[in-house]
């Protein structure tokens, strides 16, 4: 089974900073990584795919980047509606999935 | 409008069984994987179950094998996942979600959850 890990757990950071979240692999999952959001009471709501794709509707100032076992989502500037927890997901070859555990990034 | 929409959670005594039940639209339901995603009060996002377009491939993290089972009626356009044995630790929101392929088999649509809650 291959496990993820994301770091930091928990990142504090005000309005317009830069966010960088990072996920790592147990073994390579090539590209098949994928980034969520969720807000309290919502459910997840993909942000990126295979790596470094924006899923529709994204904004510009979340993008992904890595390959293999160490992934990165970056927000570029901070909006107040991206204070949320954020999970990365990977698919290996025989199609189960596992998702990290998640990092919370909150107002500073 | 693509949708998906669970029902069917409640509380269950362990040992007890209970079908959840989701129902798509505004999307071609026969054309897609789905899956259940599970989320424990307070904890993270738990991957239960996989199943392909026509049924003939299902898939299950092992905590829930032998006693969930995942289906789908395409002719219904629903996806189900009848749980038995339950266990205080499956108690969690029950997500489905469709899986698109051409995402490198990401979770896309998301339904807004059913809560099944474990205890006597």
């Known amino acids: 089974e291959i496990v993820l890990t994301q770091s930091p757990a928990t990142l504090s950071l005000s309005p317009g900073e830069r966010a960088t979240l990072s996920c790592r692999a147990s073994?390579?999952?090539?590209?098949?990584l994928a980034w969520y959001q969720q807000k309290p009471g919502q459910a997840p709501r993909l942000l990126i795919y295979?790596?470094?794709n924006r899923a529709t509707g994204i904004p510009a100032r979340f993008s992904g980047s890595g390959s293999g076992t160490d992934f990165t989502l970056t927000i570029s500037s901070l909006e107040p509606e991206d204070f949320a927890v954020y999970y990365c997901?990977?698919?290996?070859?025989?199609?189960?999935?596992?998702f990290g555990p998640g990092t919370k990034v909150d107002i500073k | 409008e693509v949708q998906l929409v669970e029902s069917g959670g409640g509380l269950v005594q362990p040992g007890g069984s209970l079908r959840l039940s989701c129902a798509a639209s505004?999307?071609?339901?026969?054309?897609?994987?789905m899956s259940w995603v599970r989320q424990a009060p307070g904890k993270g996002l738990e991957w239960v179950a996989n199943?392909?377009?026509?049924?003939?491939?299902?898939y299950y993290v092992d905590s829930v094998k032998g006693r969930f089972t995942i289906s789908r009626d395409n002719a219904k356009n629903s996806l189900y996942l009848q749980m038995n044995s339950l266990r205080a630790e499956d108690t969690a929101v029950y997500y489905c979600?469709?899986?698109?392929?051409?995402?490198?088999?990401?979770?896309?649509?998301w339904g807004q959850g059913t809560m099944v809650t474990v205890s006597s």
């Open positions: 979600a469709r899986v698109e392929l051409i995402y490198g088999d990401a979770f896309d649509i």
């Open positions: 505004g999307f071609t339901f026969s054309s897609y994987w």
């Open positions: 199943i392909k377009q026509d049924g003939s491939e299902k």
């Open positions: 073994q390579s999952v090539s590209s098949y």
């Open positions: 295979d790596a470094s």
């Open positions: 997901q990977q698919r290996s070859n025989w199609r189960r999935f596992t």
